[in-house]
Structures are given as structure tokens and as C-alpha cells.
């Protein structure tokens, strides 16, 4: 077969047109390891591919064909039989009642044709919430300051943060991605770039606060944490050993001195989390024996083994896989707790979590999931206006072909293990739901290729899990998106994500409040973009020129947005230009959720991250400048309580 045909094949798109207006040909050296790259996927008779049912109403699909009449039709979940029938006509109509979940859909003809399909029953749509409108406190969680922590933010400020939202009127706290990274690579603090999306990061877990943790069980960390704690970045490299001295020491305390009602918290923990977070534990103490990629690893260990793993639980090892699970006990109990206490504060939304768009092809994920993530391939985009030679983000992506072969299992497990601490999540580059741009290993981004995605059923599956977890589901959906993508995902009830500073018009005109979408969060800014005090001070085109960077924008350019801003505002009243001027516009747009940065509201001027630079600028480490104790008397509540009071939990008061 041809390098075209099994591209039609695998849904590699070889040639478009980019957004610069040139057409793009992959070449075929580069079209050819991606397509090598991509497990093989399964081209279907009876359907047009993996099926998906709403349950609501009399749900139907449509045959492609029937072949030899009649059609006979199983469903199972679990290898046990939930529902069985024929067809008669190229269509199924579905019993109601069917079980939402993850299912085998098993066609036969009456000439013994068979084939087995992917099928997700969900839900109409995705969880709405049961609010009107409401507003969020946008905090990265290592940047926050307190008196007690060891030199990072931790799951005890972020129980501190979530009573200053309720103090503020805020619905919720909504946080960087918390996915675990490399614990033996403490500087590589990149939240978007992780080890695993499935497990927290430990290094955010307050030590202090497990039961078993006493100050004499590591003397120096009290002052080492003092010490820690100065400065205005996190110095990541020391923290993380002085966390991981701290981790251990409690683990230690924990097998010898943990009540039983805590060891069996701990147990049914594991059972809850397997084989997930067995397995997680045994990749992290082979990486840590092997120091090397996974795929460089002894042949036996280069693919995830139950049986080893199992032989590893209960060899030598035995301790080291314990304490793996152990802080990631830790960390989910902490991580709930504060989920918790915003529940009981009446907090409509609670946390509000991101998830990256992908992993570190070295990490649990690829090497768990070898069929349904492409280890070879990097996610990225094609060349711009502003990135001519395109991007490649360097992180491994889910394909279509591994994601059907396993009923879309491992993409739901994905999203279940942000959702299970959330009220809301952010799915990075949603547009990935639909199609990749993937650049295979050792070519430029401009040699990359558009994989289509099975779009409909990713789109189930968010919607069934959302459902499940009671979570809302926000789509990052920013920059140019194919014709109808917007529509279908709202059809699923995922929302859009909606920055100010990117909703102008051809002429640079803010668009007005009516202009917003309902069913969306919307922000002034992200953390890839200016805070509000860099753009008026015009501090992110300096920085951005000092680094040898473009800032894509002249000075002229930035004085005739100011000067629209004070448009737009005045056409809604608002006669002033300050940070709660803009908040009271936001406010009043239909958005239903809200996102206020604690940048802005501190008026810092450096944004968290600089898109295009690593250590050119100190992206992820920069700290806030006033602790958390301080924040309400350095922020203007009267103000802030004005421009929020249509969309506040207090009313204002």
C-alpha cells in the first residue's frame, strides 16, 4: 500500500494550507514516520466508525451497511452481555436504558461477517453546573507565599486560598495544571510538560500537615524552609530535596507508628486506584534504577507486565513502590481536603483544574499506553504569522487507532483523575479532540501533518465523564478552529474559553459584551500572555525585545489598543481604565464563569510564562510578591466587590 493510501487510511491529512496561506506537503521521509509511528486502525464494514449514543430520547445510528440481512447486534461491557438484537434496515434503534459507560459493539451478517466496534453510551451533554453566573480566583499554586510552606505553594495554602475566594465572593480557586513531573528533575518545573496526567505532583503536598510527620524527624527543615522561602522564585532544586527528605521521613514514621484506621485508608486507596497506581510506582522506582528512557530499559521492563510488577510489589523494591503510593495518598487526601472545605463554604464551582494537552514521551503515560499515545510523534502546530517555522511542544499525544482498540479507556481515565478533585476543568488545546498537528522525532515543526481525530466519541467521552464527576468541562479553543467545531462542542455542552484580549474585530475593536458566549469562562489574559499592569506599562514588549524576542506588536500598536479599551469601556459606562474597570466589563458579559488572575490583582507586570523561551526568562518559578496572609489588604475589596457584585457569591456585600 502506498504512503497515500494508508495516510487515508490512518487520517494523516499530508497537505493544507496554512495559516500564512501557503500549501503545505509533508515530506515523505517525515510522512512516512508518522505514519510508522501510528499503531494500525481498523477500517469498518457496517459503520462509519466508533459508535456513540446519547441516551436521551430514542437514540439511532445510522449503518453504513447491512450486508446479509439481518444485522445481528451485541453489546457488552465488561465481557458481560447488557443488550442484543437485529436489524433489518441500515439502522439500529437502540433499547432504552442502555448503561452509560465504555462499550464492545459486535456486528454480524447473516453470512457470518463480523466485526467489533467501540461504542460510548453518554449522557445529551456534559455537566451545565447549577448556577447562573459566577466568577474565579486564577492562582499558580507555586507561586504562592506563606509564612509556614517549604519554598513552593502547597495543598494547605490552597485550603487558605480557597477562604480568601469565599472572602472575595469567588465561586472557586482555579489552579496550573497539578500533574506529577520528574522527581529527579526538580528544575524542568514546567506544569504543561509532565511525567504522567493521571497522578498529582508531590511537591505540593504540605508535609507538616501528615499525621505521622514530626519536626525531630528531619531537625533542619524549619530553618531550611526559612531559608527557602526568601526570594522571589522558587529555588525548585532545593525545595524538592528538602520536600522529598521531609516525604520520606513520614513514610518511615508511617509503617512503624500509622493507626489502623490509617492504614486502611491507605490500602483502600491502592485497591481504589489499581492497577493505575501500582503500576505508576513500579515505573517510578524502574526509572529511577535504570536512569534512562523506558524504551532503553532491559527488554523484559520496555512494556508494562502485571505479573513483574506484581513480583516487584513484593520483592526488594517492596518499600520504594509503597512510598510512591504513599505520596500519592498524600497528595489526593490533601487535594480533597480543599476541595472539601469549598464545598462546605457553598463554593459553586470549588477548584477549577487545567489539564495539559499532553506528556513527556519518557514518562508513565507513554510507556503505560504504547498503543493509544505515539511516543515517536510530538504535538505541536503548523507555521503562523508569529511562529513561521511552526511548533513543536514536545509532548506525545493520544491517536485514534490505540483510543479505539481500547473503547477510549485510557483517554477517560485521563480526564476521571482531574475530575475526581473538580468542579471545573480546562482541556488544553481542545481543538486536539478533533485533529493533532503531530511532527515526528528529528524533523522541524514545518514538517509536521494534520491526524484527524475521532471527534464524536472523544466528545462522549468527555461528556460521560463530566456527567459522572459532576464537572464542568471547558474547552481551550483559542485561534483558528475547522468550521463547525465550536457549535459540535457546544452541542456536547463544553464550554469555550474566552480572552478579552484576543476578542477584537478586523480593525482591533474590543467586541462589545454581547458578543460573549453564555456557555463559557471568560478571562482578561492567560499565563502565556501579558498581565494587565505589563500591558498598560507596555513591561511585556520590553521584556519580550530584551530576550531577542518579537512581541508581534509595536509600541503605536499597543497605544491604539489602550485607547480602544477606554473605548469599549466607555460605551459601558465605565469612565475609568484600571484593572476593576475592565473586571466590571467582563462581568457583565453573559460568560457564565468568570477568571480573575492574582497577577493582575496585585499588579504584577511579569507574566508566569513566556511562550518561545526556557531559560531565558524564569517561566513557572516566579513568585508573588506579598504572602497569602497579606493578599486582602493589598487588593482593593470595595473595588474588586463592585466590579464582581452581579456574579458574587456575596451580592456584593
Known amino acids: 500500500m502506498d504512503l497515500l493510501a494508508q495516510a487515508r487510511i490512518k487520517g494523516v491529512q499530508s497537505e493544507f494550507i496554512d495559516a500564512l496561506g501557503k500549501l503545505r506537503v509533508t515530506d515523505p521521509v517525515a510522512l512516512k514516520s508518522i505514519l510508522d509511528a501510528l499503531p494500525e486502525k481498523r477500517v469498518y464494514r457496517f459503520v462509519g466508525g466508533p459508535v456513540v449514543v446519547r441516551a436521551l430520547g430514542h437514540p439511532r445510528t445510522e449503518l453504513a451497511t447491512i450486508g446479509a440481512p439481518p444485522l445481528k447486534w451485541k453489546l457488552t461491557a465488561k465481557a458481560e452481555v447488557i443488550a442484543e438484537g437485529e436489524a433489518r434496515e441500515p439502522v439500529i434503534a437502540w433499547p432504552a436504558g442502555l448503561p452509560l459507560g465504555y462499550h464492545r459493539l459486535t456486528l454480524t451478517d447473516a453470512e457470518g461477517v463480523t466485526e467489533e466496534v467501540p461504542m460510548i453510551v453518554a449522557p445529551e451533554r456534559a455537566f451545565g453546573g447549577d448556577f447562573d ?100 522564585r522558587v529555588p525548585y532544586a532545593d525545595m524538592a530535596a528538602l520536600k522529598w527528605l521531609g516525604l520520606r521521613a513520614a513514610f518511615d514514621s508511617f509503617v512503624t507508628t500509622a493507626s489502623a484506621a490509617r492504614r486502611k485508608a491507605f490500602d483502600a486507596f491502592r485497591a481504589a486506584r489499581a492497577p493505575l497506581l501500582s503500576r505508576f510506582a513500579c515505573f517510578e522506582v524502574l526509572r529511577h534504577r535504570f536512569t534512562a528512557p523506558w524504551w532503553e530499559w532491559p527488554v523484559e521492563w520496555q512494556q508494562p507486565d502485571e505479573a513483574k510488577c506484581a513480583g516487584l510489589r513484593n520483592g526488594p523494591d517492596k518499600r520504594e513502590v509503597e512510598f510512591v503510593e504513599f505520596a500519592q495518598w498524600t497528595a489526593d487526601s490533601q487535594l480533597h481536603a480543599a476541595k472539601e472545605l469549598a464545598g462546605q463554604l457553598g463554593m459553586r464551582v470549588g477548584l477549577y483544574l487545567d489539564v495539559a494537552v499532553g506528556v513527556q514521551s519518557n514518562g508513565f503515560d507513554a510507556w503505560n499506553e504504547q498503543m493509544a499515545i505515539s511516543r515517536h510523534l510530538a504535538v505541536g502546530a503548523p507555521p503562523d504569522v508569529l511562529n513561521t517555522i511552526g511548533q513543536d511542544w514536545g509532548l506525545a499525544g493520544f491517536n485514534a487507532g490505540g483510543l479505539e482498540a481500547q473503547s477510549f479507556v485510557p483517554f477517560a481515565d485521563m480526564l476521571a483523575a482531574s475530575m475526581r478533585h473538580a468542579g471545573a476543568i480546562r482541556l488544553d488545546h481542545v481543538l486536539g479532540l478533533k485533529r493533532l498537528y503531530l511532527v515526528p522525532r528529528g524533523f522541524k515543526p514545518d514538517n509536521g501533518a494534520y491526524v484527524q481525530m475521532p471527534f464524536e466519541a472523544l466528545l462522549g467521552a468527555v461528556a460521560r465523564e463530566s456527567a459522572a464527576h459532576k464537572c464542568i468541562v471547558i474547552g481551550e479553543d483559542l485561534g483558528t478552529v475547522p468550521e463547525g467545531f465550536r457549535e459540535t462542542m457546544q452541542d456536547f455542552g463544553i464550554w469555550s474559553y474566552l480572552v478579552m484580549m484576543f476578542e477584537r474585530d478586523d480593525a482591533g475593536h474590543f467586541r462589545n459584551v454581547d458578543h460573549y458566549r453564555p456557555n463559557a469562562l471568560v478571562t482578561l489574559n492567560t499565563h502565556d500572555l501579558s498581565t494587565y499592569a505589563g500591558w498598560r506599562s507596555f513591561g511585556d514588549l520590553k521584556m519580550k525585545r530584551s530576550l531577542g524576542l518579537d512581541p508581534g506588536e509595536n509600541d503605536q500598536a499597543r497605544w491604539d489598543a489602550l485607547g480602544r479599551l477606554d473605548e469599549i469601556l466607555r460605551q459601558n459606562g465605565i469612565r475609568a481604565n484600571d484593572l476593576y474597570s475592565v473586571l466590571a466589563f467582563l462581568s457583565r458579559t453573559p460568560s457564565r464563569l468568570l477568571a480573575v488572575s492574582m497577577e493582575d490583582l496585585l499588579g504584577v507586570i511579569d507574566q508566569p510564562n513566556i511562550p518561545g523561551t526556557i531559560d531565558e526568562h524564569p517561566n513557572w518559578r516566579q513568585r508573588l510578591p506579598v504572602a497569602l496572609d497579606k493578599i486582602a489588604s493589598k487588593v482593593d475589596l470595595t473595588a474588586l466587590r463592585a466590579a464582581t457584585r452581579e456574579r458574587s457569591l456575596n451580592g456584593g456585600s
Not at 151 to 179: C, E, M, S, Y
Not at 208 to 224: H, K, Q, Y
Open 133 to 232: 453566573r459566577g466568577w474565579l480566583l486564577a492562582v499558580q499554586l507555586y507561586s504562592v507565599r506563606s509564612d509556614r510552606n517549604w519554598g513552593i505553594g502547597d495543598f494547605t495554602d490552597l485550603a487558605d486560598l480557597v477562604r480568601l475566594a469565599k472572602q472575595l465572593g469567588a465561586d472557586g480557586v482555579g489552579l496550573n495544571p497539578l500533574h506529577v513531573l520528574f522527581d529527579d528533575h526538580p528544575a524542568d518545573c514546567s506544569p504543561y510538560s509532565p511525567n504522567s496526567r493521571l497522578f498529582l505532583n508531590p511537591l505540593y503536598i504540605d508535609v507538616e500537615a501528615i499525621p505521622e510527620f514530626s519536626a525531630d524527624l528531619v531537625p533542619d527543615a524549619a530553618a531550611t524552609a526559612a531559608r527557602l522561602r526568601q526570594g522571589d
